[in-house]
């Protein structure tokens, strides 16, 4: 067991294409240094001494892929490449779903969309990858583990992390539809909000009643971009990490209870919504606008508890601590 912690340690912190050639290579070379052992020593001493003489598995990850100073290292790089490979094809899939509903019922002319969706694309993306360069220059800068990390200056085997439970694994499917979600959406508050309404059909056209009152709108947008940010960065957490822990529960928990309070507070904010659109409501159903804002706040509230719950236990139980 202490063997597949260590080749597990070291592989982990090596490129995709590198682990399964590496592992192998270094389950053969722990055996033939074991079987080269003293005799008189028992199996457990055997492989503590051969652990001791390989070392730190982050320093033998490193001797293999050739360690120097990066600005993004081979430690971070293919998870730094797929998750700008993520969020670059997050906005071009909101930008562009929130531009096509533009062209069919926007009053604007189709050149000036297209234009338009061109300068919001480029700089959307570049905007984009700037952050998540940003977050990975950090975790270079401060050396800070991805998947692993030892704590003490000597490394002793007795600090190799635990194989990971399969429960504690977090699926990056999940995060990366929850950042297209987000970026979409995002991009529909910021350059479309006038489409975000009722659609109803007077005669052969069809109108749009926003639910927004636009100019008030405008006035939180840094509020309700910092909501979608939060969101969007607890995601990107969740596949740099790859799997549950103490640590990364915690903080997920926090950052989503940070976003729930702040959406909360902007929907019950009663100047951003289009009072056409309350009265409306209240006409036609039997339901009051304040009882709606409740309902859903109390479904957001249930939702994060939910989720911060969910994440914990599996921190808890599977994870670990870091």
Known sequence: MMIERYIYAVTQQLPKKLKDEIGIELRSLINDMIDAMDNTLSEEEKIDKVLRE????????????????YLIGPNYYDKYIFVVKIVAFAIFIGISISTGLGII???????????????????????????????FILLEYKDIPV?????????????????????????????????????????????????????YEPGEAVNIISIFNIEVLSSFKLIIFLIFAINILVELIKIIKGKWTVNIAVITSVLNLISAAMFISIIYKANIWNSEVVQKLEQYTTISFERLLFITAAIIIIITISESVTALYKGIKYGGKK
Request: aromatic residues 12%.
């Open 54 to 69: 390989l070392g730190d598995p982050k320093e033998l990850a490193n001797r293999y892929k050739g360690k120097e100073r």
């Open 105 to 135: 019922f926007s009053s604007s002319s189709i050149t000036e969309m297209i234009g338009g969706y061109i300068s919001v694309l480029f700089s959307g993306t570049i905007q984009g990858i700037a952050w998540v360069t940003g977050i």
């Open 147 to 199: 998947e692993t990390g030892f704590e003490h200056d000597k490394w002793e085997p007795n600090q190799l992390p635990e194989l990971p439970d399969q429960k504690a694994v977090i699926s990056r499917s999940e995060s990366v539809f929850a950042i297209m979600v987000s970026t979409a959406a995002l991009s529909f508050v910021f350059f479309l909000p006038e489409l975000i309404g009722v659609y």
